[in-house]
């Protein structure tokens, strides 16, 4: 046996109080060869496989078992529904994110809108342009006879025409 203790293995000799012989090892004893390797641990251990037929087995079902399992579930359809609570904040600022990006193009969109409108306007309403169109409908400036001058009133009524 390879655990036995030491104190077991005592010669005869040890355990009469006898020094062992010290001195040059036994020329008799065989040397050991220096090529073999040591044994491996559980080296003289043997498996073997044996077929087990289960199929007559049948199953008995454990009443506890059921209760523990909706247990586990509810307990993980709870955890789920406060985890999905928890995120609604971040969600909706994340929408709101989008929708506030759509308003800023929307504005940028409409300003560029003004601008072109503004622009137009201008040209339209350009002094060039209007006496250019003066003159294509035969427009000129009115004459001193044609022009009437309103008598302005001291007290800043205006003259009505009946």
């Not at 203790?5 to 040059?24: E, I, L, M, N």
């Not at 247990?71 to 971040?90: F, H, K, R, T």
């Not at 009133?153 to 025409?161: K, T």
Request: net charge positive.
């Amino acid at each position: 046996m390879a655990t036995m203790p030491a104190f077991w293995k005592r010669t005869p000799a040890h355990a009469s109080g006898q020094q062992p012989p010290t001195g040059p090892p036994d020329p008799l004893r065989a040397q050991r060869n220096p090529f073999l390797l040591r044994p491996l641990p559980q080296e003289g251990v043997y498996f073997h496989c044996k077929k087990i037929d289960n199929s007559r087995l049948v199953r008995e079902t454990d009443p506890h078992t059921r209760g523990a399992t909706w247990s586990v579930a509810g307990a993980c359809l709870s955890l789920l529904a406060v985890l999905a609570l928890a995120q609604i904040p971040n969600v909706l600022t994340t929408l709101e994110g989008y929708r506030l990006e759509n308003l800023r193009t929307e504005e940028r969109r409409y300003l560029d809108e003004r601008r072109a409108l503004e622009l137009q306007e201008a040209t339209l309403l350009s002094p060039e342009r209007l006496e250019k169109l003066a003159q294509e409908q035969n427009l000129v400036t009115p004459s001193s006879r044609q022009v009437i001058h309103l008598d302005s009133r001291p007290d800043g009524a205006v003259a009505m025409v009946h």
